[in-house]
């Protein structure tokens, strides 16, 4: 199991969850940040931190929102698994789905 960021992290990319995350699995796309399923530890500790809301547990991901365990699973499909995202910094690309959204207003 792991932990899912959904689309309210979509052109927002608050980072507070990379800062509390103690495995630095949380990775950052050119328009989200994305948690590499094999390196959380399910720890929940970026959850109540993120400002909108955007993180959620596998299994707790709305409806709405289901299509973004695949986009977290498969955004790292060409990376592997780095082991850890602070020596990766920016990745630049994002999974389809966040491509072909438009533009998410940001405040």
């Given at each position: 199991?792991t932990y899912?960021?959904?689309?309210?992290?979509?052109?927002?990319?608050?980072?507070?969850?990379?800062d509390?995350?103690?495995?630095?699995?949380?990775?950052?796309?050119?328009?989200?940040?994305?948690?590499?399923?094999d390196?959380?530890?399910?720890?929940?500790?970026?959850?109540?931190?993120?400002?909108?809301?955007?993180i959620?547990y596998?299994?707790?991901?709305?409806?709405?929102?289901?299509d973004?365990?695949?986009?977290?699973v498969?955004?790292?499909?060409?990376?592997?698994?780095p082991?850890?995202a602070a020596k990766m910094?920016?990745?630049?690309h994002?999974?389809d789905?966040?491509?072909?959204?438009?533009?998410?207003?940001?405040?």
């Amino acid at each position: 199991m792991t932990y899912v960021i959904a689309l309210p992290c979509v052109d927002l990319k608050d980072k507070a969850c990379i800062d509390e995350c103690p495995v630095d699995c949380i990775y950052e796309g050119e328009r989200m940040l994305y948690i590499h399923p094999d390196e959380c530890v399910d720890c929940g500790a970026c959850e109540p931190v993120c400002p909108v809301e955007a993180i959620y547990y596998e299994d707790d991901v709305p409806d709405k929102w289901s299509d973004y365990y695949a986009a977290n699973v498969e955004f790292f499909s060409e990376i592997g698994s780095p082991g850890g995202a602070a020596k990766m910094g920016l990745i630049a690309h994002d999974h389809d789905l966040i491509k072909s959204l438009p533009l998410q207003n940001v405040e």
